[in-house]
């Protein structure tokens, strides 16, 4: 038994309050959080509404869920309250700190109305009340003036909650009189909701929800939602209630614009290969290779490949979720079988997307090719397949003095060149270091010189005034 002199309680002090506000939330992750506790609680409807009012702008979220009594809402605005140890398989939640964490990093002042049974709870976390007159850790259960027309229910149901965040320091300035900045930093959260929630908007294995932002219903972003989509690899651990599944989407040059606009989702088509881990169905991990080494880097041949992931919430702690739910590592115990599955599909997407380039250029001097790739010392160049059958038959009317059939090769052999421009393979070499990239007209320069000179010539002999000359070079960037 411990003496309980060798005991000494240390209370954490005020400034804790303030620390937690920083955790590094974005405004669309904070709102995501707090959505969570929504679905947790059965919600069938949530309506999101960021307004700006200057000093009195708000968030607002109201659910049509079961709603909590005084007991329930006491222990939802308990920092850090004990999450139980065999949680429902649709509970989102994670330590018991998403509703006060993500509602106070983006204000200082979060007020919960819950109705149940027709019987309405109120609790109010508020800095200023907090550090300056409770000076403890104590909430108000009665809303402040600015609320009560806000705690004004939208939604008809029986029970459900409304969470309101005023006081927002972290979305406006100091005035709080930029309406230009305060829509730019919300200007993401619709589209992230509709990525994170696409599997609860679409009622995919699960039941559907209905979710509102500014008055408009989200529609899904589906990142797996493409017709010619094709399954590189699957994998099924922990008694099959984890699932590994490796795609590669259709080449760009196969997908619509608003396909190309889909795959792009948040930042960028590039930027989004990689894993896509599902947490009881709710988006975690976005994009990127998690822990799966330095050879698996998200560059321009490999961005068709998406890995699907999904855990149930009881494999939290083995995944690695944090306290935001938006990060994970693969588990040592399953690591090389996934490396396996994600390794294969890493270079089936290169593959693919390679062999589409291959089509628009020739490393064989073949004549059907206008462009080349050659190797040189620094890498890859591209240049003009001198060979060509328009270059010859170019010349060919040349020498023949045709100048009206010269003019339309030549003009052909202009849109040729254009059309094939292999601007795909150039990129994609770049970005895996394959490529000489490096300034063409520094290293050039002698060459340019000459055949400066000789255009100059030809000019001069046809009687081209000498600043008509150099207006025209200059234009072409030939001196």
Not at 236 to 242: A, G, L
Request: glycine share 6%; net charge neutral; charged share 30%.
């Amino acid at each position: 038994m411990v003496n309980t002199n060798d005991v000494l309680d240390l209370p954490p002090d005020l400034g804790l309050f303030d620390s937690i506000r920083d955790m590094g939330y974005s405004v669309e992750n904070a709102i995501a959080d707090l959505i969570d506790n929504s679905l947790a609680a059965k919600s069938t409807k949530i309506n999101i509404d960021i307004v700006f009012d200057k000093d009195r702008s708000y968030i607002r979220i109201e659910d049509n869920g079961t709603g909590m009594n005084r007991s329930c809402l006491n222990d939802a605005l308990t920092f850090g309250k004990k999450t139980k140890s065999n949680r429902e398989p649709n509970d989102l939640g994670r330590f018991g700190l998403g509703l006060k964490t993500a509602s106070l990093s983006q204000g200082k002042r979060l007020s919960v109305k819950t109705v149940i049974n027709n019987k309405e709870e109120i609790g109010v976390w508020d800095t200023d009340f907090v550090n300056n007159e409770a000076k403890r850790w104590a909430i108000k259960t009665q809303p402040f003036e600015t609320t009560i027309d806000l705690f004004k229910r939208k939604l008809p149901d029986k029970s459900g909650t409304i969470i309101v965040i005023e006081i927002l320091d972290k979305l406006l300035n100091e005035k709080a009189e930029d309406s230009d900045l305060f829509y730019k930093k919300i200007d993401a959260v619709g589209d992230h909701l509709s990525l994170i929630f696409h599997r609860y908007i679409q009622g995919y294995l699960v039941e559907k929800t209905d979710i509102f932002y500014q008055g408009q219903q989200l529609e899904p972003i589906d990142p797996f939602a493409f017709s010619k989509i094709t399954i590189k690899g699957e994998g099924k651990y922990y008694n099959n209630s984890v699932v590994v599944k490796a795609y590669i989407l259709p080449h760009e040059s196969k997908m619509s614009k608003a396909d190309l606009k889909k795959a792009s989702l948040e930042n960028g088509f590039t930027f989004n290969q990689g894993f896509y881990l599902y947490r009881t169905n709710r988006l975690i991990v976005c994009g990127g290779w998690l822990n799966m080494g330095e050879d698996m880097k998200s560059i321009e041949p490999t961005k068709l490949c998406r890995i699907m992931v999904d855990i149930p919430n009881k494999w939290d702690d083995a995944w690695g979720i944090d306290v935001k739910k938006s990060k994970a590592i693969i588990p040592n115990f399953i690591y090389s079988d996934v490396e396996k599955i994600v390794k294969n599909a890493y270079d089936s997407s290169k593959d693919r997307y390679l062999h589409r380039s291959k089509r628009k250029i020739s490393d064989t001097g073949s004549y059907s090719w206008i462009w080349e790739a050659r190797n040189s010392i620094k890498g890859k160049v591209y240049k003009i397949n001198r060979k060509h059958p328009l270059i010859d038959q170019i010349s060919e009317m040349e020498e023949k003095k045709d100048f009206v059939g010269l003019k339309k090769l030549l003009f052909g052999l202009i849109d040729h060149i254009e059309i094939n421009l292999p601007i795909t393979e150039i990129i994609s070499d770049g970005a895996m270091n394959q490529a000489d990239l490096s300034d063409v007209t520094k290293d050039n320069s002698e060459k340019l010189k000459k055949v400066t000179a000789n255009f100059r010539k030809k000019l001069m002999d046809q009687g081209k005034s000498e600043g008509f000359i150099n207006n025209l070079l200059d234009d072409t960037d030939l001196i």
